[in-house]
Structure formats: C-alpha cells, structure tokens
C-alpha cells in the first residue's frame, strides 16, 4: 500500500483489518490486545513505516511522556554529564527530554518554560533557584512537578537535590 501524505493510525488500521481504536490499542497497551491482533497491527505499521503522532496522543491521553531540562549551559561538560545521566533514567521509564539552555538569564529560562509547558512538558527539572516570579507563577498555575539541582534552598516550592552551601 503506497500513500503519498503522512501515514495515520486509520491507515494502519485499514491494512491490519481493525478500527483504529484497536489499532492504537495494539500499538499503546499491547498488553491489552489479543496476540494475533497486535500481530497484525504491527505488521501493518511496519510495512507503512506509520510513526505515532505523539502531538495528536497527548491530547487524548493527556501525557506527553516528556520532563524539561534546563541548564545554565551546554559547553560546560558537568551539564551535559548531568543531561545524560537524567536522560538514561527517564528514557527506560518511558519518557523524553526536552533540554534548554538558559544562559545564565532568568528571563531566558520564563521563556524555555513557557516553551515546554506549549509541548506539554510533564515535570520540570531546573539548575538552581533563581528564577523570575512570573516562571514559578507559570508552574503553579499549570501544576508542573519540579525538581531543582544542584543547590538546595530552604522553603522552596519544589524538590530540591543537590548541596547546600
């Protein structure tokens, strides 16, 4: 079957034989679909090359399996260390990582939060505690769990791991 646009999960769910509900069943929580169905499903998404519009799921579902990283910097190798160690974490958890970069400026980081919670953002994990009142409005107001590093303050609204100097 050759289709000339993006591939759906209808598609998918035409050559397999099934409704599209079952097919993204099959796809999502395979645990929840009969073996030979899922095999189908499967198969039929193979042979598409069907990738999932993970844009179109977080609406329904509500998650977008993706946490918001954001670091002073990225050419200091102590955050890329810290990057990845996050990331090799999260990833068998199920979960994505958006990262940004707020050069030292706590406006910069309003805006990169403001940007993962347009993508949906699940949590927040932030370098320090500096931060603008209009980005810890933002979090209260959309109720993102964050996670500062690497400095740990007293009365802070989120989870601190780190040191206290």
């Given at each position: 079957m050759k289709i000339s646009r993006p591939v759906t999960i209808r598609d998918v769910a035409v050559l397999a034989g099934v409704s599209p509900i079952t097919a993204s069943r099959a796809l999502s929580k395979p645990h929840l679909v009969k073996l030979a169905t899922r095999e189908k499903v499967e198969s039929a998404a193979e042979e598409l090359n069907f990738i999932s519009n993970i844009a179109a799921g977080s609406l329904s579902n509500k998650h977008s399996n993706m946490v918001g990283i954001i670091v002073p910097t990225l050419s200091n190798s102590i955050f890329a260390d810290?990057?990845?160690?996050?990331?090799?974490?999260?990833?068998?958890?199920?979960?994505?990582?958006?990262?940004?970069?707020?050069?030292?400026?706590?406006?910069?980081?309003?805006?990169?939060?403001?940007?993962?919670?347009?993508?949906?953002?699940?949590?927040?994990?932030?370098?320090?505690?500096?931060?603008?009142?209009?980005?810890?409005?933002?979090?209260?107001?959309?109720?993102?769990?964050?996670?500062?590093i690497w400095n740990v303050r007293k009365n802070s609204k989120h989870i601190c791991v780190g040191m206290s100097n």
């Amino acid at each position: 079957m050759k289709i000339s646009r993006p591939v759906t999960i209808r598609d998918v769910a035409v050559l397999a034989g099934v409704s599209p509900i079952t097919a993204s069943r099959a796809l999502s929580k395979p645990h929840l679909v009969k073996l030979a169905t899922r095999e189908k499903v499967e198969s039929a998404a193979e042979e598409l090359n069907f990738i999932s519009n993970i844009a179109a799921g977080s609406l329904s579902n509500k998650h977008s399996n993706m946490v918001g990283i954001i670091v002073p910097t990225l050419s200091n190798s102590i955050f890329a260390d810290t990057i990845q160690a996050i990331t090799s974490r999260l990833m068998p958890e199920g979960l994505q990582v958006l990262i940004g970069s707020n050069e030292y400026s706590p406006k910069r980081e309003e805006d990169i939060i403001k940007t993962f919670i347009s993508h949906r953002a699940e949590a927040l994990i932030l370098t320090g505690y500096t931060r603008t009142e209009r980005a810890e409005e933002l979090i209260a107001k959309f109720g993102i769990p964050t996670i500062e590093i690497w400095n740990v303050r007293k009365n802070s609204k989120h989870i601190c791991v780190g040191m206290s100097n």
